[in-house]
């Protein structure tokens, strides 16, 4: 990245070393060293891969601006809401495995609910389905 260009929350980057993944930059980080023999500065960004789901840190040099976030146009209330029922769908196998664990583990420490049920029945339901091939793994 250009000594003047930095990321700031929101962006969109790629960081090197992660091919075509897209990530959104969440937090900066921005540290100062000094002692006697030299000073520098750090500045190392939280991300959000878009494709994993999953928060990666990166140093300022690996990082390349993909757009900025005034660049990017704002999402409608139901582009909100499809995203976050497509993201419900591609969680892995392992994601829903820990996940049905959390929920038996309150199950055992609060005692059954409807809730508790429901999502449970839910999670078992989507293993299922990629069992039978229908949503990729």
């Keep these: 990245m250009a000594d ?3 990321a ?3 962006d969109i980057v790629r960081i090197d070393g992660y091919g075509n993944d897209l990530f959104e930059i969440i937090s900066v980080h921005q540290t100062y060293y000094r002692d006697r023999e030299s000073e520098y500065e750090v ?6 891969n878009l494709v994993d789901r999953r928060n990666y840190f990166a140093e300022d040099l690996d990082i390349t601006i993909v757009s900025r976030k005034e660049d990017q146009a704002p999402k409608t ?3 909100k809401e499809r995203a976050a029922k497509s993201g419900a769908g591609n969680k892995t196998v392992d994601e829903l495995l820990d996940e049905l664990r959390d929920v038996i583990t309150l199950i055992e420490l609060f005692g059954r609910s409807e809730e508790y ?7 078992k339901r989507q293993l299922s389905d990629k069992a039978k091939g ?3 793994i």
């Design 43 to 48: 500045v190392e960004y939280e991300t959000f």
């Design 77 to 79: 209330t139901l582009e």
């Design 134 to 136: 229908k949503e990729s």
């Design 8 to 10: 700031e929350i929101g």
């Design 4 to 6: 003047n260009e930095k």
């Design 117 to 123: 049920e429901e999502r449970k029945t839910k999670i």
